[in-house]
């Protein structure tokens, strides 16, 4: 009997160790993102001040302004999911490199020191948002090994959590950069 109690007794607390783990992991998960949504909320604020200064010189370049203005406010809607949030960023910086290339006609642009600072800023936060995409995607994927490894997965299976996905980049920035264009802007 006492061996039969002392087996329960260590089952269970398995089973609670593996309880916590899959919760932490969980939890982490969404911790991550929140803090990727920090950033994500840096480059937005950033955006106005960006737009209002690079707008005086590029009358232009109306259609990608508005973009990226619209584009941020989608963004800043709540109710998003975490996926449709990684959208948005994806598009935003797609929309963003444009904005990069569209200034390089501008050289009085370039050279103002509001720019200057406003593009150093937006430079750091892209940076950030770099690093916390990658954290991002280490708990994601631990996690997802968790829920997907025996015997957790069995426990996970009946917590009904699911699959998560790791955040992607927009094929534009898995493109070669030709270093040779760049010097010849």
């Known amino acids: 009997m006492e061996i039969l109690i002392t087996v329960a007794v260590f089952l269970l607390l398995v089973l609670i160790i593996m309880h ?8 982490e998960v969404e911790n991550v993102f929140a803090g990727m949504d920090v950033q994500l909320k840096k480059r937005y604020d950033l955006i106005p001040n960006l737009i209002s200064t690079v707008k005086t010189y590029m009358k232009h370049e109306k259609d990608t302004l508005l ?12 109710g998003k999911s975490n996926e449709e949030k990684n959208e ?16 390089e006609n501008y050289p009085e642009l370039k050279a103002s020191e509001n720019f200057i600072m406003l593009q150093e800023s937006l430079n ?16 994601i994927t631990s996690y997802n090994n968790a829920i997907e490894m025996f015997p957790t997965n069995i426990l996970a299976s009946f917590m009904s959590m699911e699959r998560k996905q790791v ?4 094929q534009s920035e898995r493109e070669n950069i030709n270093a040779g264009d760049l010097f010849n802007n």
């Open 20 to 27: 916590n783990g899959l919760i932490n992991k969980k939890n």
């Open 124 to 139: 750091d936060v892209e940076e950030q948002i770099s690093a916390a995409r990658r954290y991002y995607n280490t708990a």
């Open 167 to 170: 955040f992607n980049i927009i």
């Open 67 to 78: 973009k990226i203005t619209e584009l941020r406010a989608r963004a800043m809607e709540e």
């Open 88 to 103: 948005l960023a994806n598009s935003i910086s797609e929309a963003l490199d444009n904005l990069k290339i569209a200034v």
